[in-house]
Nanobody, 122 residues
Framework: VQLQASGGGLVQPGGSLRLSCAAS???????LGWFRQAPGKERDFVAAISYSGDSTYYTNSVKGRFTISRDNAKNTVYLQMNSLIPEGTAVYYC?????????????????WGQGTKVTVSS
């Protein structure tokens, strides 16, 4: 499975962006996650979604501001990011694992996209 992340860019604090992650094949049986890596820091968990979309998980710092969703017919997962803050500046990566439910652990994912850069700055 190949993943292609897109939708990053420059946004002002308080603004919104929607990231997309398109898969080359069917991912309807797999969980997906979003991670981010700020300059000089480790790759951190952001959000994950189960194969059906019924279960979602978020890191505490984005709860209420970010929403993960998926469209299995399009083999695509989305990350809607609202009320962005400068600390959200990072490269955002999507990933999938051959399990039905997501994980917060980086090592639990099998396939990764190339990342899309998000810069939150005025």
């Amino acid at each position: 499975v190949q993943l292609q992340a897109s939708g990053g860019g420059l946004v002002q604090p308080g603004g919104s962006l929607r990231l997309s992650c398109a898969a080359s094949g069917s991912i309807s049986s797999y969980a997906l996650g979003w991670f981010r890596q700020a300059p000089g820091k480790e790759r951190d968990f952001v959000a994950a979604i189960s194969y059906s979309g019924d279960s979602t998980y978020y890191t505490n710092s984005v709860k209420g501001r970010f929403t993960i969703s998926r469209d299995n017919a399009k083999n695509t997962v989305y990350l809607q990011m609202n009320s962005l803050i400068p600390e959200g500046t990072a490269v955002y990566y999507c990933a999938t694992r051959k399990k039905m439910y997501g994980s917060r652990r980086y090592a639990d994912y099998d396939y990764w996209g190339q990342g899309t850069k998000v810069t939150v700055s005025s």
